[in-house]
């Protein structure tokens, strides 16, 4: 079969190459993959590892080998899941806790962007149950996690500011239900409740200073590559306020992978969560289509069809 390969050495970043049939543990099915999809923590990883890696988490596709114990979904249904590597290719093997089924009426490409983005902004904004009439600050509203953050805040009665890096990234984000949408984090009307941060750097340290009494900075990623310098003195005016951090892959959260992109999937079937597709490619394309979510082009997330 065929399969991205990272080449940071070659005349090219990533190449399509002929590598063996993925292998499944007990636990996993193989997926036939018609679409998967890019995220900004993937085009760091791409940078770091070695040549002959093989990246690609978000997939979307079809079961074409059952789990041997007898777990997941049979061979022909409709999948949408996290691969832990090697998800850029025409098959992967993934474990049943890690997709759900997927319904006709979403397509592979809609479905492929859901994983990553789609479970982090349901689980960061779990920090502040119930959502309710709080008021939420989204650092990153233009990206794949601020897109879905912005749309299930606003769902579950939140008033949501999001935060964008020029105007024309507002594009569509009151229509998603952000009340309003501002370029610089010091233009936001604080305080809140709740502050989805994500950029790192001058974004924190300003964000830092709109947190209400009580309410909760959800630190998540770092996407200037900046340090933050902040006094923590500053937050001793803003009484219990907490200050916490989120990593996909060590969520301290009881619910699954599987159950969280169910609940995805039924807000997508459902027609209350708008998937943000602001690039969909060819997989052929993927190296070319790199440089446009490195600089911050695509509104939301970037997608790719796999034949
Ligand atoms: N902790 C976790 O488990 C976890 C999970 C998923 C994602 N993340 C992190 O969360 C962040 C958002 O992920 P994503 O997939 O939504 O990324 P994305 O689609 O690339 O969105 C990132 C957004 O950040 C904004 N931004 C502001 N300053 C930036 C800068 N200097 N460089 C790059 N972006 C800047 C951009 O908005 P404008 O273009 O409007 O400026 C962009 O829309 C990333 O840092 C990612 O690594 C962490």
Redesign the pocket.
């Known amino acids: 079969m065929f399969a991205i390969v990272n080449t940071p050495k070659g005349v090219a970043p990533l190449e399509i190459r002929e590598v063996a049939e993925p292998k499944a543990a007990s636990n996993e099915v193989i997926v036939e993959v018609r679409a998967f999809s890019l ?3 993937e085009l ?1 990883l791409l940078a770091m590892r070695p040549e002959g890696w093989r990246p690609g988490q978000d997939i979307a596709g079809i079961v074409v080998q059952r789990a041997a114990d007898g777990s997941g979904p049979d061979v022909g249904t409709r999948v949408v899941g996290m691969a832990e590597q090697e998800g850029w290719a025409q098959r992967v093997a993934v474990a049943t806790d890690r997709l759900t089924t997927l319904p006709e009426n979403i397509s592979f490409a809609q479905a492929a962007a859901l994983p ?2 789609g479970h ?1 902004a349901l689980r960061i904004l779990r920090f502040s149950d119930p959502l309710e009439g709080k008021r939420v600050l989204i ?8 897109h879905f953050a912005v749309q299930i805040a606003a769902l579950g009665g939140a008033e949501v500011t999001g935060v ?3 105007p024309e ?1 507002a594009t569509g984000l009151r229509e998603l239900g952000a009340s309003d949408v501002v370029t610089q984090v010091e233009q936001a009307r604080g305080p809140f409740d709740l502050i989805l941060e ?2 790192g750097g001058a ?1 924190l340290t300003a964000a830092l200073g709109l947190v209400a009494p009580h309410g909760t900075v959800v630190v ?6 900046e340090d933050t310098p902040f006094n923590l003195y500053n937050l001793f005016g803003h009484e219990g306020v907490r200050l916490q951090t ?4 060590n969520p301290g959260t009881s619910t699954s992978l599987s159950t969280d992109l169910a609940q995805l999937v039924a807000l997508v079937e459902a027609g209350k969560l708008t998937v943000p597709l602001g690039l969909e490619r060819d997989w052929s394309e993927l190296a070319l289509a790199l440089p446009a ?1 490195q600089s ?1 082009q ?1 509104l ?2 970037a997608t790719f069809h796999v034949r």
Do not use: E
């Open positions: 995220n900004r923590g760091a990553m983005a982090t650092t990153g509203a233009a990206g794949g996690v601020g964008v890096g020029r990234r994500s950029v974004s998540f990623g770092n996407s200037s590559g989120f990593f996909s892959f979510l911050r695509v939301g997330k």
